[in-house]
């Protein structure tokens, strides 16, 4: 069974400072996807990164950087110069590729980012 | 192009009461599915449809039913409410399996007295 792990329940920050936030998956599968969602305090679910299990590498959009790494099992999500507005919850989350899975996304818990000004 | 819709916001349901969430998008996606949120439980997969006519049990069905008999409309239904679904759920939907993010409405806060 897949599972998502996101050790840091709320993470607080003050503006400007860099930020990771981690996320450790497990699978049994070769072929699987790795997303990032963040929900502001608004409440909705932003897409912001997909990842396949062939891509390793990393990607950088702006300030948000991934590191993804499969010999860990890990996705990691850093902000650099966080910003206020960067404050939101973040989920990682993780689909199989088996057509018997059917698409279903696994999240993990989120982490809680607080940043203060 | 208003995306994925839901329908209500909130709601106060009294145990036992039955409801129904109504979820619809305009995108033509195949793929729809609901959600529950619950505080440190992260999200988790309560019904998905690959298509319309076809529909699967996710993590936590119990207590829900869906249909799903047009590609652009999957409600879920509460049968008898019970304090323990009271959550926030999202709808969301997507053009296929796997590879392809997901969409996710507004949510609906629903409150079980």
């Known amino acids: 069974a897949q599972k998502v792990t996101q050790a840091q329940t709320e993470i607080s920050v003050v503006e400007k400072e860099d930020v990771t936030l981690d996320c450790v998956y497990e699978t049994r599968d070769t072929t699987y996807y790795l997303f990032w969602y963040k929900q502001p305090p608004s409440g909705e679910l932003v897409f912001l990164i997909r990842r396949n299990s062939f891509d390793e590498q990393n990607e950088i959009s702006g300030r948000y950087s991934w590191n993804f790494q499969k010999s860990t099992s890990s996705f990691n999500f850093t902000i650099t110069a966080s910003q206020v507005v960067d404050s939101a919850v973040y989920f990682c989350a993780l689909s199989e590729a088996e057509e018997s899975s059917g698409d279903k996304l696994t999240f993990g818990t989120g982490t809680r980012l607080a940043v203060r000004p | 192009n208003a995306g994925v819709t839901q329908t209500p916001k909130f709601q106060v349901l009294k145990t036992g009461q039955s409801m129904t969430l109504q979820c619809a998008q305009d995108?033509?996606?195949?793929?729809m599915s609901w959600y529950r949120q619950d505080p440190g439980m992260g999200l988790r997969l309560i019904h998905y449809?690959?298509?319309?006519?076809?529909?699967d049990q996710g993590e936590v069905p119990n207590g829900y039913n869906v249909s799903r008999s047009t590609t652009e409309d999957f409600p879920l239904r509460l049968l008898s409410a019970a304090p323990s679904q009271t959550s926030v759920y999202f709808c969301?939907?997507?053009?296929?399996?796997?590879?392809?993010?997901?969409?996710f409405g507004p949510g609906t806060r629903l409150t079980v007295t």
């Open positions: 995108m033509n996606h195949e793929y």
């Open positions: 969301a939907s997507s053009v296929g399996q796997g590879y392809h993010e997901q969409y």
């Open positions: 449809s690959v298509g319309a006519g076809i529909t």
